[in-house]
């Protein structure tokens, strides 16, 4: 009788955790039955063969809804890559979805990852497990958070009870710049990004110093000149920006032909998106005062 009872109270335990937790872990499991790793496989064992579960990588299961065919449920993706690896931050179109600023749906969800690993497909969608940028490893600096100190410029965000790590706005701008494929394309990058009400240029300034790639500078210098009054910024700006442009004309997408001519940052952008919130001008006379400020402030003492 006291077996019995011992069994129906694990069977209640596991119920309550597979309905708490949608995607898991075979070790998050493990530890809710009390360390017990031997019971929680062999309940997974169980529970595939009940229809109950759907294994979605080495050890890793989803919880299929009551009355859902295993082999047709399809999971949450970004639960997924996240339990798959734990030290995911989640860029490009994924940035854009998880920060609600996402134009298009997109059926590719991006991650990067110490440890990069075949594609897994979940369904229509895709998580694809990408190496971390070179300028994104772990730096010196002050950061504010352990997670921030080993995946700079980002944040976090809460996703189906688990706590995401995700690129911030900024760097999620100049990423999609970098690899314009990931994030649907230009257009696509544009319109997303247009739906946030602010950018830090400090921030930006951070992460293209450490990228050091003079089309980035140019592309996000161009994009801050169309949206300076949208998000309240000063024109002066633009001219620690246009310090960095290319010394020659570059496109704005790699290997695209066409275009027009974007003065102020030698940037050939596509026609239709070459929207001029401020003349040239007004960004030469930002350089000029970025300038005299950066002279007085070296107030001529040039020694250690």
């Known amino acids: 009788m006291r077996k019995h009872a011992e069994q129906q109270h694990d069977a209640q335990r596991t119920t309550d955790f597979m309905e708490l937790n949608r995607i898991f872990t075979v070790e998050e499991f493990a530890k809710h039955l009390g360390g017990q790793k031997s019971l929680a496989e062999y309940r997974v064992r169980y529970y595939l063969r009940q229809g109950r579960l759907k294994r979605l990588s080495n050890g890793v299961y989803a919880t299929v809804p009551v009355g859902v065919a295993p082999e047709s449920y399809e999971p949450d993706a970004f639960l997924t890559a996240a339990a798959i ?36 497909v979940l369904g229509r969608t895709t998580i694809k497990f990408l190496s971390k940028p070179p300028a994104t490893r772990p730096r010196t600096r002050a950061m504010s958070s352990p997670g921030e100190a080993s995946a700079p410029w980002t944040t976090e965000v809460s996703r189906g009870g688990r706590t995401l790590r995700v690129t911030t706005p900024e760097r999620t701008l100049v990423d999609g710049f970098r690899e314009l494929s990931l994030v649907g394309g230009l257009d696509e990058l544009v319109e997303s990004m247009d739906g946030f009400a602010s950018l830090n240029p400090d921030a930006l300034q951070e992460i293209l110093g450490a990228y050091d790639n003079r089309r980035l500078w140019a592309a996000v210098g161009w994009y ?29 997408v790699p290997g695209q032909r066409g275009g027009v001519l974007a003065r102020d940052w030698n940037l050939v952008v596509p026609e239709h998106l070459q929207r001029s919130v401020r003349g040239d001008d007004v960004v030469e006379n930002a350089v000029a005062a970025a300038a005299a400020v950066a002279a007085a402030d070296d107030g001529g003492d040039h020694g250690p």
């Open 224 to 252: 801050l000149q169309r949206r300076l009054k949208d998000i309240f910024l000063d024109a002066s700006i633009l001219g620690d920006f246009q310090k960095h442009r290319p010394r020659t004309r570059v496109y704005l």
């Open 85 to 120: 690896r734990p030290d995911a931050v989640f860029a490009y179109h994924s940035a854009l979805d998880l920060h609600g600023q996402g134009h298009s749906v997109w059926w590719t969800c991006t991650v990067c990852t110490a440890r990069r690993r075949s594609p897994v």
